[in-house]
């Protein structure tokens, strides 16, 4: 059923062609859009056995592509050796070093950034991953950082520090109507380039965010008019200086922001931080050649600055990123002032598809986030990613722990349902009757001519205690109604149904998240590869087993059936940190490696201690808290637990009496069983 | 058999599963009837009609829901999405009417309108479900939880669709009933030659045996039920009763302390499947039969296709003159008009079919296998007692030979089953090759009744026995070491051929 595309779709065609119709593709890659991206990769997925040409196609591309499509284009290579790996990253770590340092020097401060972060994931292994070697070698990434640090030196000794937490407007030498160029120049420049909007954070923090000015639709008109302006103005100047690339972008920028303005509402802060950045860029713009005028901007986000307060509301997003909204009208987008509508969904889609957000691609999707530090990102991705099922609330509560904090909008974070059964499934299909219900089942009955005497509420009447052979001929509808009417939302993947009440979508959603990821799983051979069966269990895990369905669990419930497991030190687990499976057991100092039993990575037979992961059966010993328990350390695979368990499960065996007990009296045998049953839990 | 070179069997020996093998092995006169051919049809069905069709395992057969709704033994099928089905006789069932397209070939199809039985299972899971009601309505403690459901009667009756019905209704409205298969010739989750127990917390699937696959490492397309295996090497539980009881104790330790421990499967209670003949025997005073309900604390029996049966069963344990309130209510269950009997090569097809999809996976899963060279000195084997093995006996011939007179008859209970000849350890022979062996959760040397009633870890394939180098390759299900465990062999069930290779 899951349907696998075809393997070698350019099959029998020569490398170079494939390798063309794949820079073909390239080249309609305008912006950060993870459809297309992903698309790419699946392509060069498909076509391994041409991957040196393709691997050229894209070098190629980044390096001839215009500076704007360098990033998108970037991604689609760290898509490719994240989710494909050899032989791309063979071939694509071979002029890595050219290829990036070019790029770099031509990109602005915003995508260096975007870069920098990249180029950190690359030092890491793939998240989510066995393999515990990082994306590409360190011989490969290292000299590229070396020169970046390097040219950041530079930047240093030309007397700019790049931490600066000082509003003060650094002096700027005139420096900044000089092309960026020079190497050695390259980090200073990008702090200084004002390109696109990133300013405006800062302009936003400098006034009381709150209360917000009342916001008046003709102000959108006023704004409107000066954007436009303002573009005419930027054309001119452009059209006078076209090799100003600053100039470009700018105009670039009011572009796209005059798009946004013209196609959707923003809500009022937003509104605010645009009509303030319009206005100032329209007091600037005519001086724009004078240092002075970009002063505010120069203060934006240097790239070492600790981040931003959280607090600042997101200002314009959408000039960085117009394409990455979907163009989803249906949500007011008045509350949520830190994320657009449609943003959180990206932020989320990011996390649920089941491949690794690589850091850059967080950050796009929200650009609230840009100003935040890769340590946030990873908390947050690790507290959203490990999630069984992450939606928006935990979304919401994972940014709160990572540092932000959201002005009291976040969508009702207490309407999480009860992981258990909807109510309404439980009840009786009859108490849930109204009245348009009743005329289903009349229509349901004219179906049925023969059946005249069963009532709408008939469920009742099914609990017979003893029910004689003619009512149990009898059809009663109320029992097919309960279990397809009354669920009227199907899966269309599984035909799975779901009551229509809000719980009953709220449900159905997480099932389809959980389809994605395991889709996405599926497709991917590096984690298909090599599937196996696991041992069976023993009967104290059965017993102790939980069964539910994780394909509509929360995080919250799947904890929550976590919990009774942990009594015992070697059924302990932590949750992987996101990119590190093998960590070292600071007692007794042997590797331990994570697994993933439920679509998570964990190390199992792992507690916390001092901030570190070490064996929970380690840990036990050490503080001599619980009774000596076999230790049996670090088995992948939950294998340790079960060997465990079975040491226990034996010791109980030999004193049980040698025969099974049978008993006859079936609540003589009930107590019995509880007996033994207890016996089978003790230790 | 002997197969050298074979060191990658997961990669190299998947090139066919049971789907794609040209050989239709023993499917049992399949090309006589070769039904219509691949065109695509469709069909449209009316209210409260079936599909039924029978699909040889060499053959391949999709079912695609137009419009309408469907469900096959319970699980219904999602709109405009393609099952397919090989090795299976079964019947699309539909109680609003819907439209069909069908391709591929079958032994035999057409529409069955006798479904009178489909109303009744469906009352029973209303009664089921009125029960569990009632369970999640009383107080936690000293409840007795939901209903305790056995089902029984002859071979052939639906006895298995009945099970696989009740669950998947009883999980589609919100319950995690928990399944026990009690017949040692069909798997459920698991190879033959075993007893399991599994809670079904997630939903049902439409193809395969409807109840998806026990946990592998990886993600899967079916949903995941983790079953407690407890191994019965034999047929028929008539050949070892001793034995058969004992592990039923065991589970039902096991059942009900996990139903104690997890309230939502307590109220969605239990439904037990049993093996045809060999329960139903009057001779031995439903012996068995009394067991399993009086281990489980069964609280509905249902019986299918037998008014003896049921008459019987009635009398026995329908009424309870001490406490009315403790009786069990029998019920009197129709056969499917569509029920047809399995006959022997189809049924062995069918564990062929499991064997091979415990190691390699279905098509939907591929797993891998992993082949492990052991030396005899590092192993210890037990073989299950048994009559097949009668011939090649050569020590304890005596009380041996008083149980194999008696083998044609029903079993004469006690007597021959001292527990000291439960199990033999041999050396690995010939004989293994192509064998189920399991792997027991206890100490190689543990005794003999440790080793009868523990779990089951996994089970070995035997690819090869060495007997001159004295190595036994296994293929193993999971690359985890095996440790110290008891190893157990028996005769059931019948050896697979060309598994690997």
Known sequence: MSARSPRGSFSGVSSAEVAADFADSLKDLQGNNRYEISNLTIIAKENTEHAQDISQAL?????????????????????????????????????????????????????????DAMLKTWKEPVPGSMDPRPVFLPEVVKPIETALMRARTAALKHGQPPIRNTPTPPNLNGQYSTPPAHFQQLYAQSQQV????????????????????????????????????????????????????????????????????????????SMQAVKAQVDALSAQAPRHSTPIAVAPPVASTPQWQPPLLAHQPYATPQQTLPFQRPPSAVQPPQPAPVFAPGQLESLQALFTNGQKPSTPQMRNAAPSLQSATHGQLNAMQNGVASAAQ????????????????LPSVAPTPSQQPPPSLPVNMAQPPAAALPDFNNSVLASLMRTMPNITSVAPGASKTVRWRQPTASSLKTFNPSLVYALYDNQPNQCSNCGRRFPGTEAGREKKQRHLDWHFRTNQRLADPAITRGNHRQPFVDEHEWVALKDFDASTATADATAKQAQPVKNRPEEQFVRAPPGKIVNKCSICQEDMKASHPNDDWVFMNAARWNGKIVHATCLAEMTGGSAPTPVVRGNPGGGGSLAAALGVANEARRDRSATPDSLLGKRKAEAAMMGQGSRMRVE | MALPGLSLPGLSAFSGPAQSTSTPAGTGGDSAFAGPSSITRT???????????????????????????????GSELAPNLLYSFSGVKAAVFTWQGCRLEIEGEAESEYVGSETEYAIEWLNVHGILEGMREDAEAAPQQGGSGGPRVLVVGPEGVGKSSLVRSLTAWGVKMGRTPTVVNLDSREGLLTP???LVAATAGSQME????????????????????????YHFPYESPTEKPEIFKGIVTRMATAVTSKLEEDAEAKASGLVIDTPGAALNDPRSNYDLITHIISEFSITVILTIGSERLYSDLTRRFGSNPSSPSDAVIVLRIAKPGGAVERDVSFLKSSRQQETRQYFFGSARETLNPH????????????????????????????DKGAADDDDDDYEPTAGNDNS???????????????????????????????IRDSAVMAFLYVADVDEARKRLRFLAPHPQRLGDRALVWGAWPEPTAGLVG
Request: net charge negative; with cysteine.
């Open chain 2, 43 to 73: 069909e449209s069905l009316e209210p409260r009609t079936e599909w039924r069709f029978e699909v040889s395992f060499a053959g391949s057969y999709t079912i695609r829901l137009l419009s309408g709704t469907a469900e096959i033994f």
């Open chain 2, 206 to 229: 439409v193809e395969g045996n409807g109840y998806g696959i026990a946990p592998v490492s990886g993600p899967t397309v079916s949903a995941i039920k983790t079953p407690l295996v």
């Open chain 2, 420 to 450: 000291g000849l439960l199990f033999d350890k041999v050396t690995p022979s010939a004989a293994m090759m192509g064998g189920l062996v399991a792997v027991k959760f206890c100490a190689s040397s543990s005794d003999l009744e440790t």
């Open chain 2, 371 to 398: 082949s492990q060279v052991i030396g005899f000195n590092d192993l210890t084997i037990y073989r299950a007692r048994s009559s097949a093995f009668a011939s090649e006996e050569d020590e304890g011939d005596n």
């Open chain 1, 59 to 115: 070098i190629n591309h980044i390096k001839t592509t215009p500076p704007p499509r360098k990033l998108p284009a970037f991604y689609v290579l760290d898509s490719i050796v994240k989710n494909v790996g050899t032989p791309y990253t063979v071939y694509l770590s071979r002029n890595l070093y050219d290829t990036f340092m070019q790029a770099y020097t031509l990109v602005d401060g915003n995508v260096r950034r975007q870069m």
């Open chain 1, 194 to 269: 004002p390109t696109h909007f990133q300013t405006t954070p800062v302009q936003q923090q400098q006034q009381p965010p709150y209360p917000i000015p009342p916001y008046q639709h003709n102000e959108v008109d006023v704004v409107k008019a000066n954007v436009a302006s303002l573009v005419k103005r930027t054309q001119s100047e452009w059209a006078s200086n076209l090799g100003d690339k600053s100039v470009r972008d700018r105009l670039q920028a009011l572009l796209d922001l005059q798009k946004v303005l013209d196609l959707q509402q923003l809500d009022p802060v």
């Open chain 1, 390 to 405: 992450p939606n928006t609330n935990d979304l919401i509560s994972s940014l709160f722990k990572s540092g932000f904090q």
């Open chain 2, 192 to 194: 033959p030659a075993s």
